[in-house]
């Protein structure tokens, strides 16, 4: 009798699980601002392929051609201006789970306006991302963020992730990559050829010291997405993305609340 209610309740259970599966209708919409720099491709790919998602909304200044049509087929493309965000706060709507890759470094924007990209850019993504029911914010933040650093580059992401923390989401995740490493970078010479040397002695040898491949943060963070039982922020340093990035989601509930 027990035996046969167990059996019973073992198929139950198996046919929720391949339910919850094969319904694209219960997976959530991401929504993509950065998609164009070295992490956001990686996303992009990654969250497309994953087959986790029901949409990918990808909002910036640029439209991007794909020549994959499984991207193009799933992601849908709206075009805001940055300076003006809050005059396009619909572009920003119908998204369950917000991923912010946005950043530029000093050498190519100058202190300002590195300054205004990662801290003014993201800040309002956040607090837009907030008003339109965001329930999981991650932000790709960097390893040493400090708001009380010396250094501009360490304390404006260390004043990003302080300032989405203040925000209260309902979950929020802050990644801290060491070194990216991307397949194709738009480098100048001579950081290409650091780059190139640190992938072929480094990285082979302790890949977790001082470098994180794009790919993997990306496969992290879709990954991230679907660990249940969490809320809250919580910030994940380079060690935990490589976890992360291994533990690829059997079912995919998005329900931080109900647990
Ligand atoms: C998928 O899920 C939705 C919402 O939960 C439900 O309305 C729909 O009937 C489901 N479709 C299938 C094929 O199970
Ligand atoms: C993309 O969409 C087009 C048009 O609906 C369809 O013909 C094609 O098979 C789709 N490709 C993929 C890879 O989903």
Known sequence: MILISLQVLLLLFINILSADLSNMSNSPTALIVGYTGSVGRELVKELVKSNLFKKVILVGRRQVHYDDDEI????????????????????FQGADVHFCALGTTRGKSGAEGFRHIDYDYVVNFGRI?????????????????NANSFFLY???????EQALQQMAFERLSIYRPAMLMGER??????EAVAVSIVKHTVQRVAPEWITTPTDILARAMCFNTFVSGKSGNEILENHEIFRLAETKPAAKPLHTNEL
């Open 72 to 91: 193009t087929n799933k992601t849908e493309q709206r075009q805001i201006d940055f300076e003006k965000i809050d005059d396009y706060a619909e572009s």
């Open 129 to 145: 991302a907030k008003q339109n029911g965001c329930k999981h914010f991650h932000l790709v933040s960097s390893k040493g963020a």
């Open 154 to 160: 360490t304390k404006t992401k260390g004043e990003s």
């Open 185 to 190: 970078d738009e480098s100048r010479p001579l």
